[in-house]
């Protein structure tokens, strides 16, 4: 993979923790310089720190909060303004939201809605025009499994990411011409903060680094939909042409959320 990155400038979001941190880890290993966008200054400014240590003057932080235009559009900026390019945006902040829909409130929506989606297209909108300038570039927006599968318990989760995945789609074929790529990254679990403490991860959930390598892989490739892990790959493509089985499978996992909350308090 080090001739698709090495000496490129990646924008990563979401840079300080999870699959954001382990992407601008990798990416710095790769040869790119990477500019780190988080809310949470001090815990960026030291994964900055530390990879600086690792590959001096490869990273850059700056604390950004996503759900602010002038925030993102001040990020590309300083971007440009370091190295001259950006080459690739990895739009990955976001937060999870696993509730029955009884209990969420349209304030939650918009909450999740701002962070998970608004955030992503303000981030498109702000990196478009040096990209044009530049003849070309790759977007790479982070959705979810959530995001082409309709979850049962995840209605406002899915609805963002939902939105993710038609707006990147869409885009890749607008742009197409103008040399702009977009990447859709679709994972199942993976294990990040996302589920808070550690006891709530999912058995099947994946490392950070193996999401990693493989959309850094996808990417690489030019793929539309990075979908993985495998298994849950192989199981949406099943999908597609047994919409039967699809029912089954998700008003069982319906059921067995319920069940679970029921019995330990959560739904995984």
């Known amino acids: 993979m080090r001739e698709t990155y090495e000496g490129k400038v990646a924008v990563v979001t979401g840079a300080a923790d999870g699959m954001g941190l382990g992407l601008c880890r990798r990416l710095a290993e790769l040869g790119a310089y990477v500019v780190m966008g988080d809310i949470n ?112 318990y995840q209605e406002a989760y899915c609805a963002t990411k939902y939105a993710v995945s038609a707006v990147g789609q869409c885009l890749r074929y607008e742009l197409w011409d103008e040399n702009i790529r977009f990447s859709t990254v679709c994972p199942s679990n993976v294990a990040t903060s996302i589920f808070g403490d550690g006891a709530s991860i999912p058995e099947d959930a994946v490392s950070v680094e193996e999401a990693v390598e493989t959309i850094l892989e996808g990417v690489g490739r030019n793929e539309n939909l990075i979908v993985f892990p495998e298994t849950v790959r192989r199981q949406w493509e099943r999908f597609q042409t047994a919409p039967e089985e699809q029912e089954q499978i998700l008003l069982g996992m319906a059921r067995a959320r319920k069940e679970n909350y029921r019995t330990k308090g959560r739904y995984f």
Do not use: C
Request: net charge neutral; proline share 4%.
């Open 41 to 152: 200054g001090e815990k960026l400014n030291a994964e900055a720190a530390r990879i600086n240590q690792e590959h001096p003057g490869h990273a850059l932080a700056r604390v950004t909060d996503v759900t602010k235009k002038d925030q993102i559009r001040s990020l590309i900026r300083k971007t440009v303004e370091w190295k001259g390019f950006v080459h690739f945006l990895f739009n990955n902040a976001g937060m999870g939201g696993t509730l029955p829909v009884d209990q969420l409130e349209l304030e939650d929506w918009r909450s999740l809605f701002e962070l998970n989606f608004w955030s992503v297209l303000q981030g498109i909108y702000a990196v478009l025009p040096i990209m044009r300038m530049q003849g070309g570039g790759h977007i790479v927006n982070t959705s979810s499994i959530a995001g082409i599968v309709p979850l049962p």
